[in-house]
């Protein structure tokens, strides 16, 4: 193998990660650690390197693997929104991912075990849903409502680590923005899922979206980002502000909540406006932590 080859293949497995959403995992911990603790500790390192690269390897490295039949058939693969993998990279994906995962998970064992046990299951549960998602016999994706709320596992569970390394309180305030965010997590599967209706149809994947239906799935991922913002007005001050970011959301989603199965896939418009809105809402809801932090 050539260094050039060698070069390609390694970034092929690198884009299966999706890099443009490493941050997604990585800040619900960081955040919830920092904001909770106030410092900066080998807990918090390891862990939001662990969540910002490995775990993503594994979670969509696998994902990657199993749902190859389906990303042959799906016009977006190949790019930011994953990668269409040569099945000859099929192995050492899995691979990478088990290898870079397992160091960081025994490291965090180590860390937070001992003076926090409930962050051993809270772990557990978080890599579960990672493989369980995609995995054979298992197939949690494949299964619809149980797809959706899985997926948002993958992003809350982080943050409840956090959270339990951290002994934190468990308060109404934070049991509602926990719950918001879960309800956000969802909202974003679900509307992800519509732009696949047709390629995972062909393949014979079942979703939420091939459940429903496209435009049943839009309206009802409208109502739970419209829930999680109601939710956000229950939380702590100054977090009732961000209960209005809720509505560019709801505004990407909206064009979209009558579209045929047909046209699925014109929905892609949408989720792209949504990767992108992360980024600004992320920028929000990061002011509105530290403004938390500073009055709290």
């Known amino acids: 193998m050539t260094e050039t080859s060698l070069a390609r293949d390694v970034g092929q497995v690198v884009l299966s990660s999706r890099p443009l959403s490493w941050i997604n995992t990585a800040f619900p911990f960081a955040a919830a650690y920092l904001a909770s603790t106030g410092r900066v500790d080998a807990v918090l390192v390891v862990g939001t390197i662990f969540f910002l690269v490995p775990y993503n390897l594994l979670m969509y490295g696998i994902n990657d693997v199993f749902d190859y039949e389906s990303d042959l058939r799906n016009p977006r693969k190949g790019g930011a929104e994953g990668a269409l993998l040569d099945p000859r990279l099929h192995r050492a994906t899995a691979a990478a991912g088990i290898l870079t995962a397992v160091p960081f998970v025994v490291a965090l064992a180590l860390l937070a075990g001992p003076g926090h046990p409930?962050?051993?299951?809270?772990?557990?549960?978080s890599l579960f849903a990672v493989v369980a998602y995609s995995v054979p016999r298992l197939r949690f994706k494949e299964r619809p409502l149980l797809d959706s709320a899985t997926s948002s596992t993958h992003f809350v569970s982080p943050?409840?680590?956090?959270?339990?390394?951290?002994?934190?309180?468990?308060?109404?305030?934070?049991v509602a923005l926990l719950a918001a965010f879960f309800l956000w997590g969802m909202a974003s599967h679900?509307?992800?899922?519509?732009?696949?209706?047709?390629?995972?149809?062909?393949?014979?994947?079942?979703s939420i979206a091939t459940a429903l239906g496209a435009a049943a799935t839009v309206r009802l991922a409208i109502g739970l980002w419209a829930a999680a913002g109601l939710f956000m007005l229950l939380t702590a001050w100054p977090g009732p502000l961000a209960a209005v970011l809720a509505l560019p959301y709801?505004?990407?989603?909206?064009?979209w909540r009558a579209v045929s199965d047909e046209r699925a896939h014109m929905a892609n418009a949408g989720w792209r406006g949504f990767l992108w809105l992360n980024y600004l809402c992320g920028f929000v809801v990061t002011m509105l932590l530290i403004l938390w932090v500073t009055i709290r």
Request: charged share 10%; proline share 9%; hydrophobic share 65%.
């Open 118 to 125: 409930w962050s051993l299951p809270v772990l557990a549960v």
């Open 159 to 174: 943050a409840v680590f956090g959270l339990v390394c951290a002994g934190a309180a468990f308060t109404p305030a934070l």
């Open 190 to 206: 679900a509307f992800g899922a519509v732009q696949d209706v047709v390629p995972d149809r062909e393949a014979g994947i079942a």
């Open 250 to 255: 709801i505004g990407a989603a909206w064009p």
